[in-house]
C-alpha cells in the first residue's frame, strides 16, 4: 500500500462515504495504483490536515461538506469554474509542488443529467431549490448548457438573489421565494436543498412541472427522497436521485489526477447496488 499514490476524502462527517469505493472501482477498471481513504477532519483543523497529507506525499483530495470553502482557501491555483462556485471539492499535486483547486461537482451534475439520464438542458425552464454551498456548486455549468433560463428558489429569499445575481453573467438566472413560484413552469426541477436529508420537503406549489418535465435531487439514498416522491405523483415522467452525480464528479477528479476517464455506467451500478 505505501508504494502507491494516495489519496482521499476529507470531510465530517464521512463515515458513510461513497467515494473510497467509487475510486476503488475506477482504479481496478483502470489499471491504476492508488490507495483511497476516507478521512474524518475536526472541524476548524482543515488547513493543517490537509498541509500534513500533501507534506506526506499525498497526491489528491476530494473535499466535502463542511470543508469546500476551506479547501478553496487552501489552493495555490483555481480552476475557473472552482473561483465562480466559490468552493473546491478536489485538490491535486501539481509537479513544481503548488495544490491545484478544482469543483467537478457542476460537470457531474450536467453529465449525469444529460449524458446518462438523456434529459435536455438547453433551452429548458429549470427551477433550482436552494442557495447554499451545493447550488454555487452547479450552477456555472448547468447555466453554459444554454437552459432558456434558471429560477433559485429559497426559503431564504435574500440568498437566492445574491447567488443569481453572482452567476448573472453566464446566462438567465433569477432568484426568488417558494411563494413567489406560484404561477411559473418549469421542464426540470433539480433540488440542491438539504431538506431530504432530515425528511422534509421544500414548500413547493403544485403544477409548476409541466407535463412532460423530470425532477432530479441532488441527494441520494436507498429509498426515493421526499421530494422525489412529491415530484413522481405531479406531472413528471422522469425522476432520479443524485448519485449519478456522485459517480460522475468522482470520475471528473479521477481524471484530474490520473489523466484517465473512467467508465462510470458499471460503477454507478455497483453503488447502487451496495445502498440497497
Ligand atoms: P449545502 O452546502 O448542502 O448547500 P447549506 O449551504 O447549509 O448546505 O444550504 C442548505 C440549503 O438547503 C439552503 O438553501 C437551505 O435554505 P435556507 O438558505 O433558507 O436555510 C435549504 N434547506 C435546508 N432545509 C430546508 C427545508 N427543510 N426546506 C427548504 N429548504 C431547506
Not at 103 to 132: E, K, P
Not at 261 to 274: A, G, Y
Request: aromatic content about 8%; charged content about 20%.
Amino acid at each position: 500500500m505505501e508504494n502507491k499514490d494516495q489519496y482521499a476524502v476529507y470531510g465530517n462527517p464521512v463515515k458513510h462515504s461513497k467515494s473510497p469505493q467509487i475510486h476503488a472501482a475506477f482504479a481496478e477498471q483502470t489499471g491504476q495504483q492508488l490507495h483511497y481513504r476516507a478521512h474524518k477532519v475536526e472541524l476548524g483543523r482543515f488547513a493543517d490536515a490537509a498541509g500534513q497529507f500533501f507534506s506526506h506525499g499525498g497526491k489528491g483530495l476530494n473535499i466535502t461538506v463542511p470543508f469546500k470553502l476551506d479547501a478553496f482557501e487552501f489552493a495555490g491555483q483555481l480552476s475557473g469554474r472552482a473561483r465562480r462556485a466559490g468552493a473546491v471539492n478536489t485538490l491535486a499535486l501539481q509537479d513544481d509542488g503548488t495544490v491545484y483547486g478544482d469543483n467537478t461537482d457542476g460537470v457531474g451534475l450536467v453529465r449525469d443529467i444529460h449524458d446518462n439520464l438523456g434529459w435536455q438542458l438547453n433551452g429548458r425552464r429549470i427551477l433550482v431549490l436552494g442557495a447554499g454551498g451545493a447550488v454555487r456548486g452547479i450552477l456555472g455549468p448547468l447555466l453554459k448548457q444554454g437552459p432558456a433560463h434558471v429560477l433559485v428558489a429559497n426559503r431564504t429569499v435574500t440568498k437566492a438573489q445574491s447567488v443569481a445575481k453572482h452567476f448573472d453573467g453566464l446566462g438567465h438566472v433569477a432568484g426568488c421565494s417558494y411563494e413567489g413560484l406560484a404561477s411559473g413552469q418549469f421542464d426540470l426541477i433539480i433540488n440542491g436543498t438539504s431538506a431530504s436529508m432530515s425528511g422534509d420537503l421544500p414548500p413547493l406549489p403544485h403544477h409548476i412541472l409541466s407535463n412532460d418535465g423530470c425532477a432530479y435531487d441532488m441527494m441520494y439514498g436507498a429509498e426515493p427522497t421526499p421530494f422525489m416522491r412529491w415530484a413522481a405523483g405531479e406531472a413528471a415522467w422522469a425522476v432520479s436521485d443524485g448519485l449519478g452525480m456522485l459517480v460522475e464528479q468522482a470520475a471528473e477528479s479521477f481524471c484530474i489526477w490520473r489523466g484517465v476517464r473512467p467508465d462510470t455506467k458499471p460503477v454507478i451500478e455497483l453503488v447502487r447496488q451496495s445502498l440497497s
